[in-house]
């Protein structure tokens, strides 16, 4: 059937995701990979807070670099998983513990790593969903409260105002 320019234009999505993808500039091991993982995954959960979503379905997607064998090139097939936090969230710590978990089940750590996507599915707005469905416990709220103010600098003073010490590795 035709598809006209208003039909493109006119077109809302079911769902939204947010995402974030790096192709490295040279291979990195499995541990150095992970430290990127984590930082990538610090700033999309930082990128949902700024934008007031949560979600509950978070996604990894790891590329490998390519490998020479009797003579012949060939990729290995990427590592991909995803994962549930059961309720729809956007608190680091519980993000980045899963998000580290699915790294170490899917990632093969014999192949160096050259391409990382992590993505946020079926993102919501956090007023979207009603008060009582949506109750953080104190510890949460604290994180929440830390990740506002984190944000807050962020705009002030640019993205690079803060850094963590696991920033700092070689």
Do not use: W
């Amino acid at each position: 059937e035709p598809c006209t320019i208003k039909h493109i234009k006119g077109y809302k999505s079911e769902s939204k995701s947010i995402g974030s993808g790096q192709v490295l500039q040279h291979p990195y091991d499995f541990e150095s990979a992970k430290l990127i993982v984590k930082e990538m995954t610090e700033n999309l959960v930082l990128d949902l807070q700024s934008k007031d979503y949560i979600s509950a379905y978070f996604s990894l997607i790891v590329g490998y670099e390519a490998i020479k064998e009797n003579g012949k090139k060939f990729i290995p097939k990427a590592a991909t998983g995803s994962f549930c936090t059961g309720e729809p969230s956007c608190v680091l710590s519980k993000i980045i513990e899963r998000m580290m978990d699915l790294y170490d089940y899917i990632v093969n750590p014999n192949f160096f790593i050259r391409r990382l996507n992590l993505t946020a599915n079926n993102v919501v707005l956090q007023s979207s969903i009603p008060p009582e469905l949506f109750e953080m416990e104190k510890c949460d709220k604290d994180e929440t409260n830390v990740q506002k103010a984190v944000l807050q600098i962020q705009r002030k003073f640019g993205k690079n105002a803060m850094i963590k010490a696991h920033s700092l590795e070689e």
